[in-house]
Nanobody, 115 residues
């Protein structure tokens, strides 16, 4: 059974930082591309950052220079370090594991940026 469990969300003031974690089980983590997506109310889900099995990364333009995605294959975990957070970063953040036709999602973690 594949499980992706996100943690680390919460309420933070503008300019603050959060670190999201996504712990996985049931997959060969090292061969999967891992991604972080987010969905704000009444908006479509969008890619935030993605890291391939060989460590290549891509970021949404809106988060470049502020967010960093990383992975620890020994811990089967992917991280998203979020700095200089803005109110527009408020959303539910989802972890995704993808390889060929397989795609798995976590349940999401809420991030709220507000003063």
């Amino acid at each position: 059974q594949v499980q992706l469990v996100e943690s680390g969300g919460g309420l933070v003031q503008p300019g603050g930082s959060l670190r999201l974690s996504c712990a996985t089980s049931g997959i060969i983590f090292s061969i999967y591309a891992m991604g972080w997506y987010r969905q704000a109310p009444e908006k479509p889900r969008e890619l935030v950052a993605r890291i391939t099995s060989d460590g290549s990364t891509v970021y949404a333009d809106s988060v470049k220079g502020r967010f960093t995605i990383s992975r620890d294959n020994a811990k089967n975990t992917v991280y998203l370090q979020m700095n200089s957070l803005k109110p527009e970063d408020t959303a539910v953040y989802y972890c995704n594991a993808a390889r060929r036709q397989n795609s798995y999602w976590g349940q999401g973690t809420q991030v709220t940026v507000s003063s």
